[in-house]
T-cell receptor
Framework: QKEVEQNSGPLSVPEGAIASLNCTYS??????FFWYRQYSGKSPELIMF????GDKEDGRFTAQLNKASQYVSLLIRDSQPSDSATYLC????????????FGQGTTLQVKP | KAGVTQTPRYLIKTRGQQVTLSCSPI?????VSWYQQTPGQGLQFLFE???????NKGNFPGRFSGRQFSNSRSEMNVSTLELGDSALYLC????????????FGEGSWLTVV
């Protein structure tokens, strides 16, 4: 079992729709969770991080965390073609570490 | 505020050669981590440095090494290059104990021929 799993997609949604991206992780001791966006040929860009169970909203983005189910999700409301990218879920390793464990990423395509 | 700076951005090396990549973290950031990204394996952790000491190491062969200097700048070295080392090498810097400050540089694209 991979430590962080994501559906590779592609996930295709029409412009203006809600895109839902999901991620599961295996280490129950994980405390910090991140969503990065990566455009083709570019480096990952931090979108959101979440520590506590529940929802965290930032503009059109909402991160959801359920530690009991070991599940993290990212909702993108009013999806735009510029949101088309690969979205990487990352989990911070347990203990005093800066090690991020990444999923394989989900490719999102927003069609005009 | 300047971001994480990586040099060189692009390079081509021949099998068997070695390569050194450099990373200058965001001012004030003392933790530097390195990652390798390939289409097949995704983003994989190489190592993390803090205060010139390696704090964590990923599952890579000994050909991959790194170091951090007193000004927090870091270098990574890959010796005896293999075709499979072709990848995007990413450096991330952060404030220790503050994971929401992890930011990536633009990366160094290495092609081994």
């Amino acid at each position: 079992q991979k430590e962080v799993e994501q559906n590779s997609g592609p996930l295709s949604v029409p412009e203006g729709a809600i895109a839902s991206l999901n991620c599961t992780y295996s280490d129950r001791g994980s405390q910090s969770f991140f969503w990065y966006r990566q455009y083709s040929g570019k480096s990952p860009e931090l979108i959101m991080f979440i520590y506590s169970n529940g929802d965290k909203e930032d503009g059109r983005f909402t991160a959801q965390l359920n530690k009991a189910s070991q599940y993290v999700s990212l909702l993108i409301r009013d999806s735009q073609p510029s949101d088309s990218a690969t979205y990487l879920c990352a989990v911070l390793g347990s203990g005093n570490t800066g090690k991020l464990i990444f999923g394989q990423g989900t490719t999102l395509q927003v069609k005009p | 505020k300047a971001g994480v700076t990586q040099t060189p951005r692009y390079l081509i090396k021949t099998r068997g050669q070695q390569v050194t990549l450099s990373c200058s973290p965001i001012s004030g950031h003392r933790s530097v981590s390195w990652y390798q990204q390939t289409p097949g394996q995704g983003l994989q952790f190489l190592f993390e440095y803090f205060s010139e000491t390696q704090r964590n190491k990923g599952n890579f062969p000994g050909r991959f090494s790194g170091r951090q200097f007193s000004n927090s700048r870091s270098e990574m070295n890959v010796s005896t290059l293999e075709l499979g080392d072709s990848a995007l090498y990413l450096c991330a810097s952060s404030l220790p104990g503050n994971p929401n400050t992890i930011y990536f540089g633009e990366g160094s694209w290495l092609t081994v021929v």
